[in-house]
């Protein structure tokens, strides 16, 4: 079990400081934290040492990628103490979290949380030969309504050192959304990350050992469940939704609580999930090929064009990669 003063130490604020750097050294913050590297993390070793350390104000703006989203950026020294409090709850407590959690954890993402529901499709349906349903829900407002108090309780199940709980506590308590004072956690922490994981474990737990649900993904705020009978799935809403209520003040979005067979596809992690084959979201393609006619030659665009034909690589899509292959082999010439 680490200590707070093993936590804080130089050599860890050093690594969290590399972590944090990585693709971001153009970054005009990033620089000049850097050219006072010694002094500036000497300083936050100091603060931290002595517990007067006050986490600073954030930079909101709104990105679109493709939902709207309101981003909270906190300075350069409250990152790299992000990345120190990430890494140690990240090895903490991603053990203790079910198979099936797919956002932000190593070895998991997007593709594999679908590769994964294709899988279970396939099992439900008896290879596609029997009827198969599907429960997908999503959390109201997650990141602007998690409540602090409870985060904290959580907390608490794996760390007992009362100094790593008051830095921790520190940085929840650094951020309040408009749903009001004591709910939210940023989007643009990293630490949020790690932070909605251990909050919705607690309805991993209650979906796999008291609803008893075999085939249930989660990403982030949204879950799916698949089972052969839809009264069944349909029974599950309630006691989900209530669970959510009573012991993590959540609520189900009223309008993102479908139940839908598999023939009629399953619309999940920008993926429409069929009997034997995947498609890409009809969204997604548009948007793909908006911003592939858009992109110049830079690196970042070619990064995201190679994004894109990888994410293409696990769909049936093949005349819309030679599309794009030819949107791009035409910019070249």
Known sequence: MILYEDLISLPRLLQAW????????????????????????????????????????????????????????????????????????????????????????????????????????????????????ALQFDIKQFFASADHTILKQLLTKKISDERILRLLAKVIDSFHA???????????????????NIYLHELDQYMKHILKTQFYIRYADDGVVLA??????????IPISDFLQKYLLLSLHPRKVTVRKLSWGIDFLGYIVLPHYVLPRTKTKRRLLKRVREADQSESSNQMIESYLGYLSHVKANKLQELVKHIVYGKLL
């Open 178 to 196: 408009a749903t009001g004072p004591g709910k939210g956690i940023p989007l643009g922490n990293l630490t949020s990350q790690i932070f909605a």
């Open 228 to 237: 052969a009978s839809k009264p069944h799935l349909i029974g599950l809403i």
């Open 18 to 133: 590399e972590a944090f750097r990585r693709e971001k050294t153009n970054k005009r913050d990033v620089q000049a934290f850097s050219l006072h590297l010694e002094d500036n993390l000497f300083a936050l070793h100091t603060a931290l040492k002595r517990e007067t350390y006050r986490h600073g104000a954030y930079e909101s703006f709104w990105v679109n990628d493709p939902k709207r989203r309101h981003i909270h950026k906190a300075c350069v020294t409250d990152r790299v103490l992000h990345h120190l409090l990430y890494t140690y709850l990240y090895e903490l407590f991603d053990p203790m979290f079910i198979h099936d959690s797919y956002s932000c954890r190593l070895d998991k993402g997007t593709h594999k949380g679908v590769v994964r529901l294709v899988a279970f499709a396939r099992k439900e349906s008896a290879n596609y030969t029997k009827d198969c349903w």
